[in-house]
């Protein structure tokens, strides 16, 4: 095992539901195991900038149900530097601190890559935190369950008004680079069709489908990844429109809701096992890895293999959403 005296902790890039679980399991881990704790406000910004605070058991108290994150979030512009990465080492020597903990998604751990990469001196663990559920290295990342179930809660509402007006809806999810949530909540919500970034969509296969489809369906649903080619959900809502004008055809972007609101409980456990993880896995000597859970086991992923890759669409899910939907 490898002494650690103090570890630094912060959260980077977009905000995902159970990032505050994972603080606290990261905090109270480092303090069972007498391992001081250093809060990173703002991300790397903050590192940069030396926004930096002792915690305690006490500091991550009622936090476990709470959405956002209690560090605070951001991007920087500066870090991507030699010059804002040589500050942000000048900053965690001044601290004490000798190895971090980072909460985030893709930018998150290819800083960190670059990071390392640099200062060897520093360990360093990632933790996977990104509703888009889209690094390689776990199963599920802490964001997604809660993101795919306000999705579900959200477009189960709009099926209901779809039904009363006959309609048809398009529906934008998040997915800038990755179809995750409009794949899994398309099948959950029983979509017509779902068209996702991974894949190259056809707007007339889309319409083809559109017109095979039951008749007598009083509502149909569109789901559609914020990144998907054929642009935005208005711009097919359009082409929708012109092609069968007998529908009622309504767009609905669902935007920043799926990133708030409190963590389900399947988030609340992910986060805490892999804080807990992040913690014990450098007190064996890991660094330049991202924790993760694959097949229920806690597993260690390089940086490298974990940020280069966006996880393959299942194809099984795409047949399974066309076959159901007749």
């Known amino acids: 095992m490898t002494p650690i005296k103090k570890i630094g902790l912060f959260t980077s890039g977009s905000d995902s539901p159970g990032m505050n679980a994972a603080i606290r399991a990261v905090v109270r881990t480092a303090v069972f195991y007498n ?3 250093a809060g990173i406000r703002r991300g790397f910004e903050g590192m940069i900038n030396g926004d930096i605070y002792e915690m305690n ?14 560090l605070k979030t951001g991007r920087s512009e500066d870090f991507k530097t030699a010059e804002g990465r040589q500050k942000a080492y000048e900053q965690l020597k001044k601290n004490g601190i000798e190895a971090l903990v980072a909460l985030g998604g ?18 360093i663990i990632g933790v996977p935190c990104t509703i888009d559920n889209d690094l390689r290295g776990s199963d599920f990342t802490i964001g997604y369950d809660t993101a795919i179930n306000t999705v579900i809660e959200a477009v189960d509402k709009i099926r209901e008004t779809a039904e009363s007006h006959d309609r048809l809806f398009i529906v934008e999810v998040m997915g800038r680079d990755s179809g995750m949530i409009a794949l899994r909540t398309g099948m959950g919500v029983g979509a017509e069709a779902v068209l996702v970034p991974e894949t190259k969509s056809d707007i007339n296969a889309l319409f083809d489908r559109l017109q095979r489809g ?15 080619e054929p642009g935005s959900a208005f711009e097919i809502g359009k082409a929708i429109m012109k092609k069968f004008p007998h529908y009622d055809t309504r ?21 805490s096992r892999l804080g807990v993880a992040a913690v014990e896995a450098l007190r064996d000597g890991h660094t330049g890895e991202m924790v993760g859970l694959i097949h229920n086991n806690i597993a260690y992923t390089p940086f490298g293999q974990s940020v280069k890759h966006h996880r393959d669409v299942n194809a099984e899910f795409t047949r399974i959403v066309e076959m159901l939907s007749l």
Do not use: W
């Open 57 to 70: 058991t006490k500091s991550v108290s009622n936090i476990i149900q709470r959405g956002g994150t209690l």
């Open 214 to 228: 039951r008749k007598d369906k009083t509502s149909k649903i569109v789901m559609v990844a914020e990144g998907d």
């Open 35 to 37: 391992i001081e704790v």
């Open 106 to 123: 893709n930018g998150t751990l290819k800083g960190m890559r670059e990071f390392g990469d640099d200062y060897k001196d520093i360990k």
């Open 251 to 271: 767009v609905s972007i669902l935007g920043h809701i799926q990133r708030g609101g409190k963590p389900t409980c399947m988030d609340r456990v992910l986060a």
